[in-house]
């Protein structure tokens, strides 16, 4: 069964400052995506990491993911106040024998706030 | 990517009741998945629906108390069943897009 874990659970960090959130997952799997939560509302599409060693960057986020070691990273650099939010990250699981489709399994979640 | 309508937003309902919601997609997709994320908690799969056969359930989830209707490739209901206050949570459907999912807009249920 495909487990995938979001450490830390909770963040509470200073505005300016750095701070890195790992997942990691019991399965192989080449893709991986990240997601926001605003409090009371759906989910946001991050990134989209489609195989092993793919970086991306979106203003002061930064996913990358290691397939090898089952391990994903969401960078924050300078943390402003917006980025409070709750992010998942998400493995895709195949839905039955060769159907093509997948099924999402996502991690426990962090709850970022950011202090001014 | 797609544009899925969700309603209702929210509700309150008495322990007992039954609530459909209705998810709608601006384009045809072959699967559309339902999930519920009780308050605090990740996000967990309830259902697969694939249009023109049974869901397929994930473990702890039965058909009788969360049915599933998928009648074309853009539309699906999740009923919630004899509720009680464990079943107020977030319920989202979502659909695959080539980019990764696509999420509707959420139903918070509060049950009393």
């Known amino acids: 069964e495909l487990k995938v874990e979001q450490n830390p659970l909770f963040l509470s960090m200073q505005e300016g400052k750095n701070y890195t959130i790992y997942c990691n997952y019991s399965t192989t799997s080449d893709r991986l995506y990240w997601y926001r939560q605003d409090p009371g509302k759906s989910l946001e599409s991050l990134f989209v990491l489609l195989s092993n060693g793919a970086v991306k960057q979106e203003g002061r986020l930064m996913a990358s993911l290691d397939t090898k070691a089952r391990l994903s990273t969401l960078h924050i650099t300078a943390a402003v106040h917006d980025l409070s939010a709750t992010y998942f990250c998400a493995v895709p699981h195949p839905v039955g024998y060769a159907s093509g489709t997948y099924k999402y399994i996502f991690g426990t979640g962090t709850r970022l706030k950011v202090l001014a | 990517s797609a544009v899925i309508s969700q309603k209702p937003s929210r509700d309150i309902c008495q322990r007992g009741t039954s609530l459909t919601i209705q998810c709608q997609v601006d384009?045809?997709?072959?699967?559309m998945f339902w999930y519920r994320q009780q308050p605090g908690q990740s996000l967990t799969l309830i259902a697969t629906a694939n249009q023109g056969s049974e869901a397929t359930y994930e473990s702890g989830f039965v058909i009788d108390k969360f049915p599933i209707s998928r009648p074309n490739l853009t539309f699906s209901t999740l009923t919630v069943s004899n509720m009680s206050p464990e079943d107020s949570s977030i319920y989202l459907c979502?659909?695959?897009?080539?980019?990764?999912?696509?999420f509707g807009s959420g139903t918070r249920l509060t049950v009393v």
């Open positions: 384009s045809q997709v072959t699967m």
């Open positions: 979502s659909v695959e897009q080539a980019y990764g999912y696509t």
